[in-house]
């Protein structure tokens, strides 16, 4: 079954430094999404994605956040310089119609 | 803003002892409304959209039901693998389609052997 791939599982970093997460969608999905989670709190939306551009981003969604597709393939959310509340899993979802579905995550810790 | 609040926050069962999760959900028109899965570390899996009331769903022991206010996710006869997470998320009519999920905290279900 066909699944939204995510790498590296876990990163840490230090405060400062610039983080490139990776996400593989599904193929023949059209949307693509950037979900945070922190410890012990809700799922948050990020930035949403489609035709190459951004469609939606929320207020966390700063200068310091970037997304790209690179080719074909890759969907990539960039945070340039890090600081100890980016602290999260990341989580990327792709969508064909109306249902969402969700990579495995990344988990980002900023020391 | 929409909103979406789901209770209790942790549920214990018995193995056999059936419940309902409740989500309820303010939103300003409601496009759908999902339900998900998340075990510890891992990313939320799919369940159930809802886009009216008085619609339902059923998967194996799960059943999602809608009103105009809140969603119930019942478990006839809980196993101890059915121990998880269980997420409700809306997404807005008005934000057009496939616009972002405002997810609730999740219902941390236990079922106990």
């Known amino acids: 079954e066909p699944e939204v791939t995510q790498t590296p599982s876990h990163q840490v970093t230090q405060m400062g430094q610039e983080v490139i997460l990776r996400c593989v969608p599904i193929s023949n999905h059209l949307y693509f999404y950037w979900y945070r989670q922190i410890l012990g709190q809700k799922v948050e939306f990020l930035v949403s994605?489609?035709?190459?551009?951004?469609?939606?981003k929320s207020e966390i969604f700063d200068d310091q956040f970037s997304v790209e597709r690179p080719d074909g393939s890759n969907f990539t959310l960039k945070i340039r310089s890090t600081k100890l509340e980016d602290s999260a899993m990341y989580f990327c979802?792709?969508?064909?119609?109306?249902?969402?579905?969700f990579g495995q995550g990344t988990r980002l810790t900023v020391v | 803003e929409d909103q979406v609040t789901q209770s209790p926050e942790a549920l214990r069962l018995q193995e056999g002892e059936s419940s309902s999760l409740n989500c309820s959900y303010t939103?300003?028109?409601?496009?759908?409304l999902f339900w998900y899965r998340q075990d510890p570390g891992k990313g939320p899996e799919f369940l159930f959209t809802l886009y009216s009331a008085g619609e339902e769903k059923e998967k194996e022991r799960l059943k999602a039901t809608l009103t105009k206010k809140e969603s119930f996710l019942h478990i006839t006869a809980p196993k101890p693998e059915d121990s998880a997470t269980y997420l409700c998320a809306v997404q807005a009519l008005s934000a057009g389609a496939n616009s972002k999920l405002t997810f609730g905290k999740g219902i941390t279900l236990s079922v106990r052997p």
């Open positions: 939103v300003s028109g409601l496009r759908g």
């Open positions: 994605f489609y035709n190459n551009e951004i469609s939606e």
């Open positions: 979802a792709s969508c064909r119609e109306t249902e969402a579905f």
